[in-house]
Nanobody, 123 residues
Framework: QVQLVESGGGLVQAGDSLRLTCAAS????????MGWFRQAPGKGREFVAA????????DYPDSVRGRFHVYRDNSKNTAYLQMNSLKPEDTAVYSC????????????????WGQGTQVTVSS
């Protein structure tokens, strides 16, 4: 019954922007922290962004800080990842995830995962 459904991926050129959407259902969205992760072929899952349930804490790795922005609308049970100034190295499948635990940069902390959406950035 729990669902996280990502949308908004696509094929874009370097320098372009995309906004990913994560629609949540089947759980109390406002009580969960949300994270975004990505995985490129042959590579492990990489932390991209996280936001706490009340938006009081937001975190990014150095690879995306200043380019990516995570936000959420608890009234709509939706989380977003705004991606600007995209680079070819951003190419990956992007997934959203939900947790009530700490350690938001660790994939193992998350209870629920979406199916992922492909982002491809050409040079």
């Amino acid at each position: 019954q729990v669902q996280l459904v990502e949308s908004g991926g696509g094929l874009v050129q370097a320098g372009d922007s995309l906004r990913l959407t994560c629609a949540a259902s089947g759980f109390t969205f406002s009580r969960y922290h949300m994270g975004w992760f990505r995985q490129a072929p042959g590579k492990g899952r990489e932390f991209v962004a996280a936001i706490t349930a009340d938006s009081s804490v937001i975190d990014y790795p150095d690879s995306v800080r200043g380019r990516f922005h995570v936000y959420r609308d608890n009234s709509k049970n939706t989380a977003y990842l705004q991606m600007n100034s995209l680079k070819p190295e951003d190419t990956a499948v992007y997934s959203c995830a939900a947790t009530q635990r700490a350690f938001l940069s660790r994939a193992a902390a998350y209870d629920y995962w979406g199916q992922g959406t492909q982002v491809t950035v050409s040079s």
